[in-house]
């Protein structure tokens, strides 16, 4: 049975509170760290929030504190539980011990093995699936996960393995899951009662196919929009984070003070701290922020979520460096100050802080298989998806060396089996018995992600008070993203970058274009997504347009622009095949940040920001036309303030000139029209960044010439292995997803054939091993990146060609054309102009000056490959215009 009804929280409309100005900024001085060390005033301390219908109450402001916050936990120490803990910790050796703070993926260590290395947790990452089946049934999900369960409890501690896995919009990696709209949708709600049903659902999702850990919520306070995660942010404004939180935990947990509930699973707060400051939104970066912006932002969602009793906390990719303020804690995995002085000690946490997909090798010193740093700093659980056993004999060796402290294991492990007994593992039997294991109706809530997606419909344009539309009205569809339910669930979803998928794989879900037939019938509803009809005689066109998925670094900007038409041309050339031909046309903008969308908001009579709401379009739908499910019409509010030029970002209140197009909270509803005039479409040329300098080559830049040409050398990537598998003397590398032999392009043994196998993502790439290179004198030079390919099997999804500036500073080309209209086992030469490249590029620190990505199976042959000046210019050089 359900823990709570849902019908409680609907009176939860007084939740919601108008955003308009961020007061909790005022006192926020620049300071440095303390250390552990030092002594001084009794920190402040927090706990729960105050209450509006029994959900956390999104404040008006938020006091600003002096220093990170004692936090009173809802989940309290019981003195039963903790001899418990302490006479199993006392039976343990040191291997055992290691073991349970070891986490493999399940692509990487079987059942037996968890029962040989006393294994703790497993995880499977976004895009692995049992059997590596992306269609795995809840069976297949239970089998696997009785499988390893099983395996636990025959070791000689006999303690249950657990399993975590990353459900951050429902159970999104498995098939025929409802998948909810992305945080981002969530925070324009301003709705704590939604997302504590939300939590809930989701946990019921997760024990329906046999996980008991959920790696969210994300509580990152994104300032940066370029960043690739901005959509895993419920907002920019700290005190929506701080609500949710709570929230968010007491959904996917419960609400007891001593155990999870029997159907709630284990939540993790993520990521400790400052993932959402970084410069420029890069990706894994460094966050500059001063200790009273990283106590009174970055740390608000902490607050809610430990207040709620959260028992796990994963550490942040990225850096805390600022050393004009005295800051240099570096990356937070390795960091004892963040990990142990502050959230441990200050804080108050007592749970379990787990490691991100390999973070410890990011740390200086270490690699994915040994970091005492970290161990030492406070992660408790290390996620190793590979390389665990090397991790577990390293790990035990540093023990034995005096490199780690005993003492230190053992505070690790008594966490970790803390947290099992509060989470009711010893007592549950295996997963297949547990509550709604195995349920169809347990995976499915879609009248609860329906109404979700109303309440994240934020309207921003609404000229004539076109929207609602008539039930009655004869509508013309247009755009990419109307019928594509790829796009409208974004990254994260069923793959980890939500690429990959049809309709096909999402059996309980409908498009936006599926809604509107719902609500106006078939026969008043036309569809193109090109524009190719005339909109004469309709009633309104509506387009849907907006980003494509993304996840992580990927999605990162950087140094270019946040203008949509240059990022999405496709679009904006539907809405000028269907705007000023005298039938007004609504747009609705499917992704997950805030762009530069001028051009298409000129273009357009009413429009609306969807956010990435998941497999229910058919919630706005709903809110597009007037009928039973419109439901008061628009609510939601701007999560994130939405920019009035390409490149004004950082964008947040309290901000030095901040003046965007629409600020942080706006949002009509039905029956306004808001006062967008005509707006101004200018931008820059090459991105954000500044240009020039660099001179003008006058050679030819030699990368791969029959071999490596120093200081380059050839790499494979892919899930398996991403930080890459370096290409052997031989021409050979091999990953499940793509191999490299050598291969006759021009001569005997002069290229290399990449063969995408079809079974995941992969890349074949060329990096200066000594570091980045000023390249900038081949733009200077109309130069071009040219290269000999023999296709030997077409590209059968988008295949791309990128240039690196370190990762996740890139730029890339669509090249799934180019690739596909070569002739078949022919030798062709391609040349690219550097131009193409120039949107997001910083060309003075270029590290990876080729790279071949497709997600799907490909072969091709590669010799010759070159920077050349001039070559851009030349007759046979692609247009870039061919490239998008």
């Known amino acids: 049975m359900a823990r709570r009804s849902l019908a409680w929280s609907r009176a939860r409309r007084s939740t919601v509170v108008a955003l308009t100005s961020l007061t909790l900024l005022a006192g926020a001085a620049q300071a440095a760290p303390s250390t552990a060390g030092q002594h001084g005033p009794r920190p402040p301390e927090v706990g729960k929030p105050s209450m509006d219908h029994g959900c956390a109450r999104i404040e008006k402001s938020l006091p600003t504190l002096s220093d990170f916050p004692k936090v009173k936990s809802n989940m309290e120490q019981n003195p039963r539980d903790e001899r418990r803990v302490a006479e199993l910790l006392s039976k343990m050796t040191l291997a055992e011990k290691v073991g349970q703070m070891t986490q493999p993926e399940i692509a990487a260590i079987t059942p037996d093995e968890v029962k040989q290395y006393s294994i703790g947790s497993v995880l499977n990452g976004g895009g692995s699936w049992p059997g590596k089946d992306k269609h795995a049934t809840p069976q297949a999900w239970l089998a696997a996960a009785d499988s390893y369960w099983q395996a636990s409890v025959e070791t000689r501690t006999k303690i249950p393995v657990i399993w975590g896995i990353d459900a951050v919009h429902g159970n999104n990696n498995v098939y025929g899951a409802t998948v909810f709209p992305h945080n981002i949708g969530l925070g324009a709600a301003q709705d704590p009662c939604l997302i504590r049903d939300i939590g809930e659902a989701t946990a019921e999702q997760i024990r329906a196919t046999g996980q008991d850990w959920a790696f969210a919520p994300t509580l990152a306070v994104v300032q940066d929009d370029r960043w690739g995660r901005t959509y895993e942010g419920f907002s920019e404004d700290p005190r929506i984070t701080r609500a949710y939180g709570y929230e968010a935990v007491r959904g996917l947990q419960g609400n007891s003070s001593r155990r999870i509930d029997e159907d709630g699973v284990i939540a993790t707060a993520k990521h400790f701290i400052g993932d959402g400051g970084t410069i420029k939104g890069q990706d894994q970066g460094v966050n500059p922020s001063s200790k009273a912006d990283m106590i009174n932002i970055h740390g608000q969602g902490y607050y809610g979520a430990l207040a709620a009793g959260a028992q796990t906390v994963m550490a942040s990719f990225n850096s805390w460096t600022n050393t004009d303020l005295g800051i240099n804690e570096g990356k937070m995995h390795g ?62 060796a540093q023990v034995e060396g005096g490199q780690i402290a005993m003492s230190r294991i053992d505070d690790a492990v008594t966490r970790i089996l803390r947290v099992k007994v509060r989470a009711g593992i010893f007592e549950a039997p295996k997963p297949s018995l547990r509550e709604h294991a195995g349920s169809t109706k347990a995976l499915e809530a879609r009248k609860l992600a329906r109404e979700a997606v109303r309440e994240s419909q934020v309207l921003l344009k609404n000229n004539n008070k076109l929207l609602p539309l008539s039930s009655r009205a004869k509508v013309l569809v247009v755009g990419k993203s109307a019928d594509s339910l790829e796009n409208q669930t974004g990254g994260w979803t069923l793959s980890w970058q939500g690429t990959g998928n049809t309709n096909a794989d999402f059996p309980n879900g409908t498009s936006i274009l599926g809604g509107l037939k719902e609500q106006l019938g078939d026969a008043n509803v036309t569809f193109s997504a090109t524009g190719d009809v005339d909109p004469k005689g309709f009633d309104a066109v509506i387009a849907v347009i907006g980003e494509t998925p993304y996840a992580e670094g990927v999605g ?236 030997n099997a077409a590209p059968v999804n988008r295949t791309v060609l990128s240039v690196h500036c370190v990762y996740p500073c890139f730029s890339e080309v669509n090249a799934t054309k180019l690739f596909t209209d070569l002739p078949i086992g022919v030798k062709s030469t391609v040349k690219i102009p550097i131009s193409c490249f120039a949107t997001g590029m910083d060309f003075e620190n270029v590290n990876t000056p080729f790279l071949v990505y497709t997600d799907a199976a490909f072969s091709a042959s590669f010799a010759n490959v070159k920077w050349s000046p001039q070559a851009g210019k030349d007759p046979d050089a692609k247009a870039c215009s061919d490239l998008t």
Not at 353 to 358: F, T
Not at 617 to 622: E, Q, S
Not at 634 to 649: D, E, F, N, R, V
Request: hydrophobic fraction near 35%.
């Open 556 to 791: 990162d900007l950087t140094r270019r622009t946040l203008e949509a038409a240059k990022l999405y041309p496709q679009d904006l050339a539907v809405l000028d095949k269907v705007s000023g031909k005298g039938t007004p046309v609504a747009t609705v903008y499917v992704g997950g940040r805030p762009l530069y969308a001028n051009k298409e908001l000129n273009r357009s009579d009413a429009f609306v920001a969807a956010w990435l709401p998941g497999t229910e379009g058919g919630g706005v739908a709903d809110l597009l036309v007037r009928g039973r499910d419109n439901n008061g019409g628009y609510t939601g509010k701007l999560p994130y303030s939405w920019p009035k030029s390409a490149c004004q970002t950082p964008l947040n209140p309290g901000t030095e000139g901040y003046d965007p197009l629409f600020k942080l909270g706006y949002g009509l509803r039905n029956g306004q029209t808001g006062s967008v005039g005509v707006l101004d479409e200018t931008s820059p040329e090459f991105g954000c960044s500044p240009s020039g300098g660099g001179g003008n080559a006058t050679e030819d830049l030699e990368i791969f010439n029959r071999t490596d040409v120093a200081p380059y050398k050839s790499y494979i990537g892919s899930p398996e292995n991403w930080g890459g598998t370096e290409i052997g003397p031989d021409g050979t590398a091999s990953h499940a997803e793509l191999n490299v032999v050598q291969a006759d392009v021009n001569v005997q043994q002069d290229g290399l054939k990449a063969t995408w196998t079809g079974t995941g993502p992969g890349q074949l790439y060329m990096q200066n091993s000594t570091g980045p290179s000023d390249l900038r004198g081949y733009l200077n030079a109309e130069g071009a990146l040219v290269f000999d390919v023999i296709v």
């Open 335 to 396: 960091s004892k100050e963040a990990l142990d002085t502050i959230l441990k000690n200050k804080m108050g946490f007592d749970g379990v802080v787990v490691s991100d997909w390999n973070g410890i090798g990011q740390v200086p010193g270490c690699t994915n298989a040994s970091c005492a740093q970290a161990i030492n700093a406070g992660l408790d659980v290390i996620m190793v998806p590979n390389d665990w056993k090397a991790f577990i004999t390293n790990t035990v």
